[in-house]
């Protein structure tokens, strides 16, 4: 079911990343689900904290389970219980036929995955094992559950259907908890249609007394579904009975019922004809979007550009269109966000021969206000979808009267409004050239690039790339390298790793003549700086820049360098050497790997620090296979030999208690005096999983 | 009103009861203690051979609710203090209550058990995994009679969502979220997401050298979903409307007793402080307690309280003693009775009063073991103030004040009370056709 939809402030008094104390029953694990069917097991396992990778070692058998015996009773239950499992263990694996012989073979393999199946669903549940999962109190095994009988329904013949199946629906919907008719609202869908018309009037009865359930929860899935049943339905009673039920629905006391009556509107008014639509649905609607509770205009904000489609060129003119008006104009900010987000949307919906002037008209003047809104999620959410309009309204519009919006939402306080502008800048290329914008557009990255929150300063960096082929190789020499290699010594480190990718994003581009010309120097300067980090810095630069140069350059200008590196006084440089020789190994020739490169690691081997040691022996080896590969190029298959390096990754067994986050190599050998490097990296520990 | 039942009893710091809440249905009562545990007492099923053991609560089951900890980032001691207690509305044979420290809420589900599985495929006995190799057939475990068994665990845990101390939690009445109320915030948080919440009110100043209020208590209107009150230590009630914006920071109404200048001293605001808000049944009144009173409001009127009792107002020479031991700053919670007109909150030396709302009459018992023997009924004290005594009377300078009543509870629907005497829990009930309020 849908959670409240729709606040996004999340609390303000969280700090950090969010640590949880015991595996969240409700979002870790894909195992924990297999854990839900069966009640009760749960609680044993927390208690004795025993581990649970009970399947994790073998994972791979699981696919064993789907597809086999779909439609009877176990296989079903098995079906809701591995089916998200298989969402992300195994995408696609379902699709290779595998039925539970295809593991046989091997005797006990085979048995496992079944096994594990029958421990969980155990006989209590195997009797009607969907019946009894549906009515469990984790909305998430419910719906799962409701989500099989739904596939099982339609393996049934009309018969069938009827004697097992809708017996069970009005089971569940006249259950005693409120867990079972929740669970009854999602299936009268799936037996409406094949049903005998007695037999349909009973469900349409059933639905309807759901509808006013006194428990919210029952009337909130109820809802929810009213949509979805609406189109089983004749269209008679969709008029007579369905539309009663969602005037009913959308005047609930409960605001989280009224705002999912504005989802049922939508499909709702799929249904019907324009006249209905003006005289049954139209006037719910209209309240919806005037309603008190600001989540049911948020709903009706949000779901927009359905209700538009749905609506009709003609009420969304008439009617819409106002009631846009005044979303975007909503006292609350979280609906004017969400309003905000729908412009371009609308935009494109509307009647092509119109849309200019109903925006220019209609829309714009609220849009101009919206720029200088005093909430900046409004600001923000604008600024991610103003840029399409361009598109809409052509050059002369969008020079008249979008480019001075473009321009003030540039210089905007908020980063996040400034980042969604020049995220979206290819929208109004096309239209306008990016020209146009050059001039207030270069003090707003320069802004950015120096903000004091480093999340900004990356999402800035990755724009770099696409701005440096829209605004070309001499204005960007002129305005934007020097801060490109200003990220490189920045004190941050996910900085200086995502300055040494754009580097190499923008050799690509502007080609290696360029590389050697601009970049390369400078890089190589900071070989000689005090601080080692960003000695290091120079070599993740040689990492990432070697290829894109090519063999020329890596030989001549950057080798000696890090040949030169190999005697830094500081281990982590040292073994850097080792790493990069090793990345760059490829690229070079016999001669220069023969010559310069085993030598230095040779020496770098008998490193009195075990890291460097390790890093250069890893690299002698690869080296050495690579020389060999070179000497009988026969068996050379275009495949590089180097495994991809990766600095996350660490092939060694660690050492119990060490980091294994990224660069444990600082706390090991970092410069004690050198805090920013201690700082940055309790930083990057510490929010490695929110932004903020 | 006569003692059922005297409950607890060990002399133990962490056996002082910090909360005590009824269920919804009146059924099960659970008790949280400043050891971390929860105990949950059931009401025996009435027996027609002993009219008396009708409404007898005994022990249901205990388990740790919280355990203590250590906020290494903060260098701070999180204590394994129960806070509060709250029963979610029954969904299934199992009950589920949510339980809060200081920082740490949880929701438990507490089931009962009389059948065990047995005949695993893949883990023996007692529960360890079998060798792999050793499973060769397969088998459907069967299930197994067994003695009752109450188990209870843990469904979700909702860290993190407070920087302040969790004074309040509250369910809402659409069933599908709850707040919790610390210093400075409300969250409000759906009961099924544990990894978001939303804050709903900040009162933080941006300077905390401004902070002249904090929040004391919040809870949701009893039907209204977009409802909720908190109170605040300088003894406001603000009523919030979550429909007219995602941020409540502003308030809807703003309930405030207009401060007599002729009463004024220095402990004024102190003692003007709410320590409990709790709608009424019907969600038409609201209920503070202060330091020396207990107020009922009317949701439609803002200017004052439209009934006002004194609890203890002899105390009102002894602020400043009270003030030296710190006793000024007790929280005491108050409470409604099922049909909203008698109200009950606790006092000193084990006493606790009842006002009736209708008959305008109050009384003062005493919980205490010498006093009360089972199936008694309690006798009023008095607390006697200048120069007439009584015999049996109390002078205000006898009375202890180290043995406070804190935190009570009323049954939803019937005359059985709750009343926690530091490590005590004593339940009354009303007499058959018993004459008292």
Known sequence: MNPCPCFFRLGKGRRGSIRFLSPPVFLSSDLQLLQWGSEGSLNHRDRNSTPQPLLNPRGGLLPCCPGAGRGRGLGAGREAVTSSRRRKNMA???????????????????????????????????????????????????????????????????????????????????????????????????????????????????FRSLCSDDTPMVRRAAASKLGEFAKVLELDSVKSEIVPLFTNLASDEQDSVRLLAVEACVSIAQLLSQDDLETLVMPTLRQAAEDKSWRVRYMVADKFSELQKAMGPKITLNDLIPAFQNLLKDCEAEVRAAAAHKVKELGENLPIEDRETIIMNQILPYIKELVSDTNQHVKSALASVIMGLSTILGKENTIEHLLPLFLAQLKDECPEVRLNIISNLDCVNEVIGIRQLSQSLLPAIVELAEDAKWRVRLAIIEYMPLLAGQLGVEFFDEKLNSLCMAWLVDHVYAIREAATNNLMKLVQKFGTEWAQNTIVPKVLVMANDPNYLHRMTTLFCINALSEACGQEITTKQMLPIVLKMAGDQVANVRFNVAKSLQKIGPILDTNALQGEVKPVLQKLGQDEDMDVKYFAQEAISVVAQRLRKLDFPVKDSGEPSVPRADKNHFPRPRVPGEDTGKGPVYPLHGDTRDTLAQLEIAELVHFSQSRD | MSITKTLLGRRDLADIISTVEFNHTGELLATGDKGGRVVIFQREPESKNAPHSQGEYDVYSTFQSHEPEFDYLKSLEIEEKINKIKWLPQQNAAHSLLSTNDKTIKLWKITERDKRPEGYNLKDEEGKLKDLSTVTSLQVPVLKPMDLMVEVSPRRIFANGHTYHINSISVNSDCETYMSADDLRINLWHLAITDRSFNIVDIKPANMEDLTEVITASEFHPHHCNLFVYSSSKGSLRLCDMRAAALCDKHSKLFEEPEDPSNRSFFSEIISSVSDVKFSHSGRYMLTRDYLTVKVWDLNMEARPIETYQVHDYLRSKLCSLYENDCIFDKFECAWNGSDSVIMTGAYNNFFRMFDRNTKRDVTLEASRESSKPRAVLKPRRVCVGGKRRRDDISVDSLDFTKKILHTAWHPAENIIAIAATNNLYIFQDKVNSDMH
């Open chain 1, 92 to 206: 696609g694996a379902s699709g290779l036929g595998t039925g539970p012989g295809a593991a046989g073979g091997d005797g006990d393999d085979s048995l496992y995955p079944i096994a594990v199946l029958i421990d969980e669903l155990r006989n209590e549940d195997v009797q009607p094992p969907l019946e009894n999962l549906a009515t469990v109190e984790e909305t998430v095994v419910r719906d799962k559950a409701v989500e099989s009988l739904r596939q099982i329904s339609q393996e049934h013949t009309p018969v069938a259907l009827e004697a097992y199946f809708v017996p069970l629906v009005k089971r569940l919907a006249s259950g005693d908890w409120f867990t079972s008719r929740t669970s009854a609202c999602g299936l009268f869908s799936v037996c409406y249609p094949r049903a005998s018309n007695a037999v349909k009037a009973e469900i349409r009865q059933q």
